[in-house]
């Protein structure tokens, strides 16, 4: 049986920077037989967490409808779960960080994946600018008991494209097919 990835991408730009970085982390884990799931968080109907905790009486299920449920669905099936963001003002984007609130949802019942992996892009040439949502995400591991597959920042990307070329999509690359 092929281990099962999703990923969570938060770009709102269709074609950009991080969607090849996703494509070229993708493109390495269909490469060695594993299922990858992605979902562009973006372009869902995502609403934000109510805090009610009705998910804690229910065995992991929101008592929000919309397209959240479907994404956890998958996630309480997979083995890896990815995160994938442009850096917006020192953090992921409002659209990924809407997603990963909701998998409060699915804590109780955890560890849920065993890996994890986070690739990001920024215009910044540092990365020191990812600082605050790599905290997040190594916070969220450790709590969530996720084995750290990889991190992977792109730096210096402002325009369409600048990736290209980059060494960072033949890492995502063999993150993908080693994940």
Not at 129 to 148: C, H, L, P, Q
């Amino acid at each position: 049986m092929s281990k099962k990835i999703v990923v969570l991408s938060g770009s709102p730009r269709i074609g950009g920077n991080t969607d090849k970085l996703v494509t070229a982390f993708i493109d390495g884990a269909e490469s060695s037989g594993k299922s990858v799931t992605l979902f562009r968080v973006a372009d869902m109907k995502i609403g934000g967490c109510h805090g009610c905790n009705h998910c804690f009486s229910s065995r992991g299920t929101c008592v929000q409808d919309d397209d959240m449920l479907q994404i956890l669905d998958a996630i309480k099936k997979a083995d890896a779960l990815v995160f994938a963001s442009p850096i917006y003002y020192f953090s992921v984007t409002a659209q990924l960080k809407l997603a990963i609130d909701r998998t409060y949802a699915l804590i109780r019942d955890k560890p849920l994946v065993k890996r994890t992996a986070f690739l990001m892009t920024c215009g910044d040439r540092s990365s020191d600018v990812a600082a605050g949502a790599i905290t997040m995400y190594n916070n969220m591991r450790s709590f969530s008991k996720w084995e750290d597959a990889g991190i992977i920042v792109a730096t210096g990307l402002h325009e369409l494209g600048e990736i290209e070329g980059r060494q960072e999509l033949v890492k995502a690359n063999i993150l993908g097919r080693d994940i």
